[in-house]
């Protein structure tokens, strides 16, 4: 597809549950970024990648997340032993190179029971 | 710390009117920045990106930035109810946007 592919839109998870969310970015583009939105408010930047280095992370609130992007391509962002405080949306977006404008997928909205 | 300051609204405008939407940062080293529109219950929608000072049209919406009172604002002409939705202003220093929490608008017919 042409545009930032996550996977899934929708995730319901029994609080402890690990939780892995996947980003297909698009084609070539260098920049990958992880943002988490909760209700009412703007995204909060959580880690960016450039290819497959991942170059901050200290938008990370725990060390119950991680992200990777082994190939420099598509992203895992991964929550461990989640809590209800990690109940948002996760939105992935991708850029072509630094300093210009990024795109957004549709996000994966993750509630935690 | 990064700040991207907007006004959370709502923004109530009729129909026909410009909206005027307005946002501060507190980064002097910031580069690049953006406007995204967002739908309610959808992913944030690049609209209009500004680099340097000064004005930027596109179609009906018009991007104004000035760097030495960090400030950044959209005008949107003749406003419709299709553009009601939250606004967020993006702001970028090196690599990584930082994002204001949104103004909601909404165009009442």
């Known amino acids: 597809g042409a545009g930032v592919s996550q996977s899934p839109r929708y995730k319901v998870a029994k609080r402890g549950q690990d939780v892995a969310l996947r980003c297909d970015p698009i084609?070539?583009?260098?920049?990958l970024f992880w943002y988490q939105q909760a209700l009412g408010q703007g995204p909060e930047f959580l880690t960016y990648?450039?290819?497959?280095?991942?170059?901050?992370k200290s938008g990370l609130p725990s060390d119950r997340f991680f992200a990777e992007r082994p190939e420099g391509s598509v992203s895992t962002l991964k929550i461990q032993r989640t809590q209800q405080e990690d109940s948002a949306v996760y939105l992935c977006?991708?850029?072509?190179?630094?300093?210009?404008?990024?795109?957004f997928g549709q996000g994966t909205r993750l509630t935690v029971v | 710390q990064k700040e991207v300051e907007q006004n959370s609204g709502p923004l109530s405008v009729p129909e026909g009117a410009i909206a005027s939407l307005n946002c501060t940062y507190s980064?002097?080293?910031?580069?690049?920045f953006f406007w995204y529109r967002q739908y309610s219950g959808k992913s944030p929608e690049l609209i209009m990106s500004?680099?340097?000072?000064g004005d930027k049209e596109d179609g009906r919406f018009t991007a104004q930035l000035n760097k030495a009172s960090q400030y950044v604002s959209l005008l949107i002409r003749d406003s419709q109810p299709s553009d009601s939705a939250t606004y967020l202003c993006?702001?970028?220093?090196?690599?990584?946007?930082?994002f204001g929490r949104g103004t909601s608008l909404i165009v009442h017919p």
């Open positions: 977006a991708s850029s072509p190179s630094t300093g210009v404008e990024a795109f």
């Open positions: 084609s070539g583009h260098v920049s």
């Open positions: 990648f450039q290819n497959e280095a991942q170059l901050d």
């Open positions: 980064d002097r080293g910031s580069q690049s």
């Open positions: 500004i680099y340097s000072n």
């Open positions: 993006a702001v970028k220093h090196s690599t990584t946007p930082t």
